[in-house]
C-alpha cells in the first residue's frame, strides 16, 4: 500500500517541551505585544471562516513584494516556506537537487519523498563554501535545482556575497537562496534575482511561526509557473487576515529582531569565555557550538541541560562535520540567562 523507501522513512519528530525553555526551534521568544495582541483579537472577529480564503491573495502579495520594492507578480505565498520548498522540488525539470552539506534538512527530505536524486558538495571544516567545486558539483550532476541557504541552517554563518554572486551568475539549473534568516543577517540577496535565481523567505522567524506564512520572491515568469503547483487555498484565511494586521506593525517585529541580534552577540561573547567549548560566528538568531573539552559528550550535555529545563538541539551524528555539535536558538534575556548559568554548571 505503502511506498518501501517512504516506510522505511521517520516522521519528523518534534520532541516534548513542556515546561522548559524552548530554545531548539528557532522561534521568536517575545510574542506579540499586550495591546496589539488584544486588537489583533478583535480584528480576527470578523474572518468569514464559512468561506473559502482569497486564493490569489494579489493585495497580500503586492503589500509583501513592497517590502523589498518588488510588485506583487514578483511574490509566491506558501504555507510555510516548506510549502514553498515542495513546490519548487514538484515543479523544477528531472534532474537532481544539489546542496551544501550540512545545510537544512527539508531539502533532503523533500527530494526524498519526490523521488528527485540528492547530490551533496561537503563544506569545509569550518562551514565555509567552496563556490568554484560547487558549481563543479552542479555541472557534474546536471543540477536541476540548488538549495544554498543564507544563512547556513544549522552552521549560522553567511557565505561571503562574492562566493553566493559567483553561483548565481555561473549555475544553469534553479538556484534557491534561502533567506529564512534574514531579519538576523548584514544582508540580503535579493539583488540576485533573475530567470533562474529566487530568493526564499519566511516571516516565522520574525515571529509568526505558529501562522505558517513564507514566500518566494522572483522572476514573474518563473513565479507564474510555480503558481501552478500551489495548492489551491494554501494560505488559511486567518493567516492571511493575521498577515494584513501584522504588515502594519512591522516596527514591533524590527525592534524584536535587533533585540535578538543584540542577545546573539552576548550570548556568543559569554560563551567563548567557557572553557570546553568552540562557538561558531552567527548570523541567524541561534549559535552552534562544539564541545571541545577532554571526555565532553554532546549528548549527555544536551540530556543535562534538559534536566536543567532547558531544551536546546543536538545535532551530533546528523553529519561528520557536526560531531559533538550542539545548537542553541538565541531566546529572551532571561531564557539566555538560564541556558548560560545551566551550561557553565554543567561543564564546570
Ligand atoms: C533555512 C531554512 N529554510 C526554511 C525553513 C522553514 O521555515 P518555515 O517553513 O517555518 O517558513 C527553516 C526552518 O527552520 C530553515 O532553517
Redesign the pocket.
Known sequence: MIRGDIRSLSAYHVPDSTGMDKLD??ENPYGLPAALRKDWAKSLAGVEINRYPDADMAALRGRIGALDNLSADHVLL????????QMLLIAAEAGPCVVPEP??V?YNLISRWLKRPLATMPLDKDFSLNADAFLNVCSREKAAIAFL?C????TGNLWPEEAVRKIAQNIRGLLVI?E??RPFAERTHADLIKENVLV??????LGW?GL???YALGDPELIAQLNKVRLPYNINSLTQHSANFLLDHMPVFEAQAAEIRHERERVFKAMGALDGLHVFPSQ?NFLLFRLTGKGQDATTVFEALKAHGVLIKNMHGQNGLLAQCLRVTIGSPDENGRFLKALKEILA
Do not use: E, Q, V
Open positions: 526551534a528557532m506558501g504555507n510555510g516556506s516548506d510549502d514553498i520548498i545545510t537544512f527539508m541557504a544563512p547556513n541552517n544549522p534561502d529564512a534568516y526564499l523567505r519566511t516571516f516565522s522567524k511561526a505558517r506564512l513564507g541567524a
